[in-house]
């Protein structure tokens, strides 16, 4: 019978509680359809960073190898700075996977609020490049302490890592009506930019039946507020990626139900799954933290994992149980987090 | 009496027809007022840059360096890449005068539908760095025409830069209740954003009363648009404060209302002032293109030359044409924009 390895990162603060109660629903999910899930749960996170200096062991990395994909809570705390954090396990994990696409859909789920009306059809894909552009560890700082001390960072696109992307997305968009939003910034930045406009015409050529809209980040950005059910499939760089989510999240009114996979399409190495929201310390251990983010992307793991139907089910599930009208407080409602997890294990068939 | 010398640079497309029917305004509001205003036009544009391949002179710099200000309309055409327009004018502009301020208000007009409900008391003040970060001209390309191609560009963030625009916009929000949001991305962009909080929360700490409320680019994005009258002054870096004002300007409603002033505040050098949008070629000469943007970036200019009297009664003018339902068609309005120029001169007291 079908079984998978996935390491499970809880992490930090909620993410601790969210990813609790969706492994559970998984794994009612997984006996419903006739396969098991074995999860190695690794306690990688920031009180690891305190003890050891690591937000993983030096051979973390490995250990994640061997398994069949990653699922990830949140990382994040007060006591280390972010860029700690982040930069010692989440973006790691991305590069040395060679996870390039991070795929982040939204749509306005039942029961949930968008932050304007008439967008019930909204329906969004963000094909976000995900390992190089604008987050690179090429750069620093000049006259640490003086007055004249500056910082510099090297954004870096590469012609393979521009085609990847745009690939992928062209053909997501094929299946959606054809536009592809490409996000960029060809009038203000001069180097990178242009390229990256130049390396999605050409790639995006060859799909016939896709046209590329090529859109400025800033216009873009108004345009998902004024006209979000105008946009159907967006490919953009780490950072316009990143910011473009956020925003199509918060239009469908919650960044709290937003899942995010890291994807290596070619599966010579695990993808990791994991909700967009952070660690919020603030509201930590408290038990209403919302798992829908972290439940929708256990679907999109379910789902990459060929579960197509456990996938479906998951999803039908969260969704059936916000269209009764229960949901954790940040959505209005009052229930746990446990309690909206035990009613989404009563809804799958 | 009073005299001003400004260089109006009316540019490419609606920027001519919105410039043009501005300047009447201002004149108007000049005359009644006590002032006169001396306009020297410059066709520095697109065309000029097919003839010449310059988008201004070459001592274009210098001839605007006498007057007291720069008044644009919008540069761009679908003839020349947008990089070589902005970058051979308004870019140049902007770091020759050490325009190194760029304020962009944005509330919700009378008469203009918000992007969602519950936003009548939306004010909000982007301070935007305007000279350096990650537009830059440090960068280019590696192996052009290969498959091993890569595009650099290197963010430049300098403490001195950094600390002028904390501290203006820190004065901003001493008077707009005391909390000054920071646009940042500390736990993804490694080098230069860490760098951007620190020196932020260094200067901010001198202003007593003004606290800063450090957001993550993504988490303020969707926070805008979630709960948008809970900002108030925004402190953000050249690239993040592009997205957020347009954004800004698309929860209130439209990016044709949009004013820019790009100010050295030292008043060594000219400042320039001109509306967000762009120069929609495809409306261009119809004579429908939208001039508020443009009649509120000049009342911010009359403002700057120490005319506040005629400054608020431009702003009262086209407020209150607003009110009485008098909009160009992108407002839903059927008037052109003649007439709602004339419109607001018939209102100015
Ligand atoms: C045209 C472009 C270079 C410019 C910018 O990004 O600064 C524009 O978007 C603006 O906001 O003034
Ligand atoms: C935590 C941060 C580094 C990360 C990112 O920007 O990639 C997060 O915002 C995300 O979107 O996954």
Known sequence: SRNFTIDSIPGDGIGVDVTQVAMECVDAAAALHG????????DWNSDLYVKTGRMMPVDGIEQLSSGDGIYLGAVGTPDVPDDVTLWGLLIPIRREFDQYINLRP?????GVTGAMPGIE????VVVRENVEGEYSQIGGRFG????AEFAVQESVFTKAGISRVA????????????TLVSATKSN????????WDEVVARTVAQFAGVTVDKVLIDALAARLVMKPTSVRTIVASNLFGDILSDLVAGVAGSIGIAPSANLNPERRYPSMFEPVHGSAPD???????????????ASMMLEHLGEVAAARSLT???ESTLADGIATPDLGGSATTMEFAKEVRDRLR
């Open 35 to 42: 396969f098991t899930v074995s999860w190695r749960i690794r």
């Open 106 to 110: 939204m749509k306005l789920l039942p």
């Open 121 to 124: 059809d909204l329906d969004i």
């Open 144 to 147: 640490a302490g003086t007055d």
């Open 167 to 178: 690939r992928y997305a062209a053909e997501a968009a094929a299946g959606r009506g054809g």
């Open 188 to 195: 203000g930045i001069i180097h990178t930019m242009p390229f």
């Open 283 to 297: 509201i930590a251990g408290k038990g209403i933290a919302n798992p829908v983010g972290a439940l929708w992307a």
């Open 316 to 318: 039908a599930a969260f």
